[in-house]
């Protein structure tokens, strides 16, 4: 598990500086494109994803003359990082290229890195709106990861988001797969993942009327993501309680106050607010 998956992001990013230093110089694309690959997985996950889209774009050119299993690997994240940023035309040209790499690999098959692979290829359908094959790739990350429990409750937490989603709202089946995520990625010390599914809790009590149990997900969220300093995720949060609420909130609960606006100029604003992020 990577510090990433921890949120200890900071840490991280310390390591990424030092991995990039000392690949570079070898000229060996394999250890270049694995450099790339950690520092952009670690921007992705944190919510950083112009910087995220610069570290894949150069994961993804170490690997082009390199083996296919890999190149996928990179295209796929490509496809994510660009529908994150809603950059529609290129998400969907990524992801044509994506899914004729795994065709040309396995015939069909996801291969080598099945979970990780059809997890982020669900993300990134999901954000283009191809809800049934998001779906499908949820459902597959999580039948191929039964000894692989922190890729499974990444997939939980997917299919959470889709099932919440505008155009197919079922909330006891979205409740239920947060709550499933929220079991595997608590005792593993998976703190990102274990805010997000707060902050989807938090919006499934909230359009309920469960105002306490609402709080209660907002606070754990927004305590979580101030702490690992994941600044989109805490606007992210801040905005589903509401100008009203937030006042409340920080009062009963003692949240900090309010942070600057993450990701101004970078992009991220072409990010259609209906729908879900990480």
Known sequence: ???????????????????????????????????YRAAGMLHLLKGDWTQARSLTEQWMAAFRPGGINLLAQAVIASAWVLALLGNVAEALDRLREAKELLQRLTRGLIGANHGWNSYALGRACLLLGRLDEARQYGDRTVEASPLRPGIAAYALHLLGDIATYSDCFDAARGEAHYRRALALAEPRGMRPLVAHCHLGLCKLARRAGKREQAREHFTTAITMYRGMDMQFWCEQVEAEAGPRAQPQLRSDRGVPGSVSRA???????RVPRSRTYC
């Not at 510090?3 to 990424?16: I, N, Q, V």
């Not at 101004?264 to 604003?269: C, R």
């Open 1 to 35: 598990m990577s510090l990433a998956d921890l949120g200890r992001f900071a840490e991280g990013a310390e390591y990424e500086a030092e991995a990039l230093q000392l690949a570079e110089p070898t000229h060996r694309p394999y250890t270049i494109g694995f450099a």
């Open 263 to 269: 990701g101004a100029g970078k992009g991220i604003d």
